[in-house]
């Protein structure tokens, strides 16, 4: 897929407010300070759209964005910021939650998750309630360029065989990236591209 536009509609924390429009939507999601507006910098190559910060939790709304006029991107809040009052975890999780309840273009998440560090518990959680709630997603190993390749292979099948001991008979898609590198870039977009096909043949 080649992105030829890319441009911010919205930001806002109701879902019903989103945009209308019946396009397929792809929300990325994950920890705090996981790399998440990088990626999707890299995904649209602009590094300009979606706002980055050293400082985690600076994504605080849902934010919709436009990518070739078929599609959405949809970045969400990230979880497990441990300086964001308790009071406005309660309201992100609530309208995350809601998000991914109720929106109906919502076609697949992207769950985003530090190729450097061990499986995360609350990333486990987040995976499992997806699953329950019958949710597609993918996995998004960020900031593989960190590491070298062998450390990669090590950790990425050390992350799937903890899913497969777990609750889980198959494990999610997976892929790795680098923010910095493009690593993984034209995977994911593929990726997206092949479901926009899909979905465009069973909404028309």
């Keep these: 897929m ?8 919205m930001s806002n924390s109701d879902v019903l407010k989103c945009p209308k429009e ?19 910098n890299m995904l649209v190559d602009n590094k300009n759209l979606a706002k980055t910060s050293g400082r ?10 436009k990518i070739n006029n078929n599609w959405f991107l949809v970045d969400l ?13 309660k309201t992100f999780q609530k309208y ?5 309840l109720k929106r109906k273009q919502l076609v ?15 990333d486990m959680e987040f995976m499992e309630w997806l699953g329950t709630n019958g949710i597609p997603f993918s996995i998004v190993f960020t900031k593989a360029d960190k590491l070298k390749s ?25 892929f790795i990236t680098s923010s910095t590198k493009y690593l993984g870039r034209e995977a994911l977009l ?8 899909k979905v465009a043949q069973g909404w028309s």
């Design 190 to 197: 593929a990726y997206i591209d092949a479901i926009n096909h």
């Design 96 to 100: 995350i939650t809601a998000y991914f």
């Design 77 to 89: 809040p990230g979880y497990g910021y441990a300086r964001v009052s308790k009071k406005e975890k």
């Design 22 to 40: 019946a396009l397929p939507e792809y929300a990325f999601i994950g920890r705090s300070n996981v790399g998440k507006s990088s990626l999707i």
């Design 150 to 174: 062998e450390a990669i292979n090590i950790r990425v099948d050390f992350y799937l065989n903890t899913l497969k001991e777990g609750a889980w008979e198959e494990v999610p898609p997976h």
């Design 56 to 65: 985690p939790g600076k994504t605080q709304l849902i934010n919709h964005f």
């Design 108 to 122: 697949s998440a992207f769950v985003l998750v530090d190729i450097r560090h061990e499986p995360q518990k609350i």
């Design 2 to 9: 080649k992105i030829t536009s890319a441009e911010f509609v």
